[in-house]
């Protein structure tokens, strides 16, 4: 049974900073290409960053320098290091399985305000 759990968001001031967690059960990640996507109330979910099986690392352009995506493969866990934090970064934020998506987690809220 495949299993994913995102944890580590919370409420932080702008140009603060988080560390979102992803742990996998039932599937490894090393044997895929995983993502993390957000989705604001009344919005569309969007890509914010994914990294390959070879390490390979894409970034939406609203997060390049800010986010960064890792995973440690021993422990069967993706990253997702936020940085420099806006307020329009306010979303639940969940990773899953690129390209298919099959998978998901029950995501976690990251609120971005003063």
């Known amino acids: 049974q495949v299993q994913l759990v995102e944890s580590g968001g919370g409420l932080v001031q702008p140009g603060g900073s988080l560390r979102l967690s992803c742990v996998a059960s039932?599937?490894?990640?090393?044997?895929?290409?995983m993502a993390w996507y957000r989705q604001a109330p009344g919005k569309e979910r969007d890509l914010v960053a994914r990294?390959?099986?070879?390490?390979?690392?894409y970034s939406a352009e609203y997060v390049k320098g800010r986010f960064t995506i890792s995973r440690d493969n021993a422990k069967n866990t993706v990253y997702l290091q936020m940085n420099s934090l806006k307020p329009e970064d306010t979303a639940v934020y969940y990773c899953g399985r690129w390209p298919d998506n099959r998978y998901w987690g029950q995501g976690t809220q990251v609120t971005v305000s003063s």
């Open positions: 990294i390959t099986t070879g390490g390979y690392m």
């Open positions: 039932g599937m490894r990640i090393s044997a895929n290409t």
